[in-house]
């Protein structure tokens, strides 16, 4: 490992400069500071990511083709 490897590039990215553009390809920065974590699991990650899918399964069921 090498913790002091500038993983998360801060640059301006697109229209916004204030923000990581990590975050703003995620849509929050769950993601970055779950990978920043290092007492972090998979398993914690699953648990947000499960709700959020769950969710999104539920608001697209109505406008699936299949």
Do not use: C, Q
Not at 17 to 28: E, F, M, P, T, V
Not at 56 to 65: D, G, I, N, P, Y
């Amino acid at each position: 490992m090498l913790p002091d490897y500038p993983l998360w590039r801060d640059f301006p990215y697109e229209y916004e400069h204030d923000r990581l553009a990590i975050d703003l390809i995620n849509g929050s920065p769950l993601l970055r500071e779950w990978v920043d974590d290092p007492a972090a699991t998979p398993t914690d990650l699953d648990r947000v990511a499960n709700n959020d899918e769950a969710r999104w399964r539920e608001e697209s069921s109505t406008v699936k083709l299949y």
